[in-house]
């Protein structure tokens, strides 16, 4: 099982673009990253998947680099909604064993 | 709201009694998983379903713990003879398989969250 490794916390103001960087350098050739996002009292929310290279959608983005050890999630001008615990995941679907959260990293956007 | 509901939202139970909770996913997901989720943790994978058929547990699940999917639509998760350490919030998600890999897009419910006097 690829192990993530993602920073506590980050502090951001409204309006600013955040980058949240998770470190898996064991990670295996079929594991594709996903990135959840979850708020007080309600369940994580699935926010982007991908393999290699960049993947965005109307929330984030994505950015992969060659070797795969590491990615990055990036959001784009965010808001007070956006304060939340942002988590990693790593794996290919074949085994739930995979579905490791971890403690994430917890977002704090400032007004 | 994702779809996806959970019943009840709260219990509070005392110590040593029996409690069941209650999990209805997307209808056509024929994946559905538990997870337990204390403070500042994120959410530990206990067990899921594929139609029916359990077919992963964690080790986190004891024997008190028991999960059910009759006929592969709602599920149960009891817990038996509760202790202090199973307050938790506990969260039920459902899934489609990817044909392209790579881990399942769940769908979480709001949870329920158990306190155990």
């Known amino acids: 099982l690829a192990k993530t490794t993602q920073p506590i916390s980050m502090d951001s103001y409204e309006g600013q673009e955040v980058n949240i960087t998770c470190s898996h350098n064991n990670i295996a050739t079929n594991d594709y990253i996903t990135w959840y996002q979850q708020f007080p009292s309600q369940g994580p929310r699935f926010i982007i998947q991908g393999y290699k290279t960049k993947v965005t959608n109307e929330v984030a983005s994505l950015f992969i680099p060659a070797d795969r050890k590491s990615s990055t999630l990036s959001l784009p001008r965010v808001s007070l909604s956006d304060t939340a615990v942002y988590y990693c995941?790593?794996?290919?679907?074949?085994?739930?064993?995979?579905?490791?959260f971890g403690s994430g990293t917890q977002l704090t956007v400032l007004p | 709201d994702t779809g996806v509901s959970q019943d009840p939202r709260h219990k509070i139970t005392k110590r040593g009694q029996n409690v069941t909770f209650r999990c209805d996913p997307i209808?056509?997901?024929?994946?559905l998983y538990w997870y337990r989720q204390t403070l500042g943790q994120g959410p530990e994978f206990l067990t899921y379903?594929?139609?029916?058929?359990?077919?992963?547990k964690s080790r986190l699940l004891s024997d008190r713990f028991s999960a059910e999917r009759p006929k592969g639509s709602f599920s149960t998760l009891e817990i038996q003879r509760t202790e202090q350490g199973d307050s938790a919030m506990y969260l039920c998600a459902s899934s489609l398989a990817r044909r392209t890999g790579g881990l399942y897009e769940q769908y979480f419910g709001p949870g329920t969250r158990l306190t155990v006097t």
């Open positions: 379903f594929q139609n029916e058929a359990q077919l992963e």
């Open positions: 995941l790593v794996g290919d679907g074949g085994s739930a064993r995979q579905l490791t």
């Open positions: 209808s056509e997901h024929n994946r």
